[in-house]
């Protein structure tokens, strides 16, 4: 793979997406199998998922919130481990590109050289690491950038103009944009900030902007999209319908994406 391959697979997915925003399911890996984890990733692709986000479960995550976290336990009870994870985001790359999400511990432990080795040949496209900050990021990201893989970095709501333009600089693929402080999760208000935190992150970065964190309705995804989002990320609650019922992760997942169907 060449180096900036994963970065440009993720922004043509974004470009050619036929939505008014790119809808990107979040799927933890190893819930609650890892077989019911991969046939979720591919009902999301059949339902017109344009990028998917593949947790790997941790035992103590930071930015999970309770359903996460809860169905990361499960999955790691059940046996799962990166082995596992990357064989799933190998399965599915080359359906759709592919976003690692997983927490730094997970990357320096092996030695990010070697982690990153790994994941570039699984096939995915980027990596997430919600607590790898800024400061700390320079060798991982260009580990990344001489192996096509994208660094894509966070955002919220608290970040300071001055730092944030720094993120948006160096940021790979998109702009992870959290519309709330606080943790993952299903909320029944919140869209009253969209179009406020959406508009600073695309003003700080060149790169297309995906809001996430607390969308869970077609009616939420919608308004992140009229709020000039380029993607939108729900995570919360297709791992709750995967829980209840893997079978139905799809169904969610097209009603997302009809919500996002009409143009702007």
């Keep these: 793979m060449k180096p900036e391959d994963g970065a440009q697979r993720i922004e043509a997915a974004f470009a050619a997406a036929g939505k008014c925003a790119a809808l990107m399911p979040y799927v933890m890996a190893g819930f609650p199998t890892l077989e019911d984890s991969l046939a979720i990733g591919r009902q999301c692709v059949d339902a017109g998922a344009d990028v998917i986000e593949l947790g790997v479960p941790y035992s103590d995550p930071l930015a999970d919130g309770p359903v996460i976290h809860a169905a990361g336990t499960r999955a790691l009870a059940a046996g799962a481990n990166m082995a596992g994870v990357l064989e799933v985001a190998r399965a599915l790359a080359p ?87 606080g943790t993952t999760g ?62 139905s992760v799809g169904e969610v997942v097209a009603e997302l994406g009809a919500a996002l169907a009409a143009p702007r």
Aim: net charge neutral; glycine share 8%.
């Design 95 to 181: 359906s759709v590109p592919v976003v690692l999400m997983c927490y730094s511990n997970m990357v320096f432990a092996p030695g990010a050289e070697e982690f990153l080795e790994r994941l570039a040949r699984s096939g995915a496209c980027g990596l997430i690491v919600p607590d790898l900050p800024l400061e700390e990021s320079a060798t991982v990201r260009a580990a990344c950038d001489a192996r096509g893989l994208a660094l894509v970095p966070l955002a919220a709501p608290t970040t300071t103009p001055q730092r944030l333009a720094a993120i948006g600089a160096l940021a790979r693929g998109f702009l992870y944009t959290v519309s709330v402080v």
């Design 186 to 247: 299903e909320r029944a208000a919140l869209q009253d900030r969209f179009a406020q935190v959406v508009a600073r992150a695309k003003a700080a970065t060149a790169v297309p902007v995906a809001l996430g964190f607390g969308i869970s309705t077609p009616q939420q995804a919608r308004l992140a999209a009229d709020a000039g989002a380029d993607g939108v990320i729900v995570g919360t609650r297709l791992v709750r319908a995967a829980g209840e019922d893997p079978h």
